[in-house]
């Protein structure tokens, strides 16, 4: 397992979600930083807090006091997330004050984690395991994506980058600056003249395979009004279908299909999951009412 392991959280309220991402991967990391833009969202409106960074700042989950906190104003989310790695990453030549507490360590790799992303702590062993043998700038990670409770997930098809190295720089949202030489390669590999392996060598960037470790996205889990508040702050919220929090979600049953706000058949239809059968950082969090069966 690498050295140092610092993760990077992003959150806008969410409390019950960051308690249960934090605490998921909490005895794995040596550092973390929480990004939030507290009273606003991403494209400047009002936000009514709810209580998150209080919540942070009560050390609840934090005993070791790991987490540091970040408000900031800025709405770019590449650039947010470039800063917050910047922000933890030690400057080696700095003199240390005598008599100071000891700094976080130096992060040899950075965890890039959103507050409604939870992992199993059984794949996390395997996971650096994986990434120790299989050096890269970045790793791309699979999703598990549930959809209004955390007994019902989708099939969704797609990766984001969920590891980086100190050196790396997101340019666009969860992916690595688009340049030309990227883009050429990412064609490569949807012609099929690359395989996904020999185009991830070539970008910087590896897809951790699924068998490994994925990620559990809470992505539509939750009540109406979470979901309604991530609908209008959403980077995708041009592309939504404007009737479908009440066609869809107000109209779901199970056996329904094309669930997804922009792009209907990335999520052809949901299927049960038992609460015996999530991982444990799920199953024993404290949820909302109706957010979990049990």
């Known amino acids: 397992m690498p050295r140092s392991i610092h993760a990077v959280f992003f959150a806008l309220n969410e409390a019950p979600f960051l308690r249960a991402s934090v605490s998921a991967v909490y005895e794995f990391i040596s550092g973390a930083t929480v990004v939030t833009t507290y009273d606003r969202d991403r494209y400047g409106n009002p936000v009514e807090p709810e209580g998150l960074i209080e919540l942070i700042l009560s050390r609840q989950f934090d005993p070791d006091r790991k987490l540091q906190l970040i408000v900031t104003t800025e709405g770019n989310e590449p650039t947010t997330r470039n800063r917050a790695m910047a922000f933890a990453d030690r400057q080696k030549r700095v003199q240390p004050i005598a008599g100071a507490p000891k700094p976080l360590a130096e992060p040899d790799i950075f965890w890039h984690i959103d507050a409604d992303e939870i992992y199993d702590p059984g794949d996390v062993e395997r996971l650096f395991a994986?990434?120790?043998?299989?050096?890269?700038?970045?790793?791309?990670?699979?999703?598990?994506?549930?959809?209004?409770?955390?007994?019902?997930?989708?099939?969704?098809?797609?990766?984001?980058?969920a590891l980086t190295r100190p050196r790396f720089r997101f340019g666009h949202i969860r992916d690595p600056f688009p340049s030309l030489v990227n883009r050429g390669w990412a064609k490569a590999r949807?012609?099929?003249?690359?395989?996904?392996?020999?185009?991830g060598r070539l970008t910087g960037?590896?897809?951790?395979?699924?068998e490994v470790a994925v990620?559990?996205?809470?992505?539509?889990?939750g009540g109406r009004d979470r979901i309604a508040a991530k609908m209008i702050r959403s980077s995708h919220r041009a592309e939504m279908a404007d009737d479908w929090?009440?066609?869809?979600?107000?109209?779901?049953?199970?056996?329904?299909?094309?669930?997804?706000?922009?792009?209907p058949s990335r999520y052809p239809y949901a299927t049960h999951v038992p609460t015996a059968d999530l991982p444990s950082t799920i199953r024993n969090a404290d949820w909302p009412e109706g957010w979990i069966e049990r």
């Not at 929090?245 to 792009?263: A, F, Q, S, Y």
């Open 205 to 210: 960037s590896l897809l951790i395979p699924p």
């Open 215 to 221: 990620c559990h996205h809470g992505s539509y889990v």
């Open 190 to 199: 949807r012609e099929g003249w690359l395989s996904p392996s020999r185009a």
């Open 130 to 161: 994986w990434v120790d043998t299989h050096p890269s700038i970045s790793y791309r990670m699979h999703l598990r994506t549930y959809f209004r409770t955390w007994n019902w997930q989708v099939p969704e098809v797609g990766s984001f980058t």
């Open 245 to 263: 929090l009440t066609r869809v979600w107000d109209g779901w049953e199970p056996g329904m299909k094309n669930l997804h706000p922009t792009e």
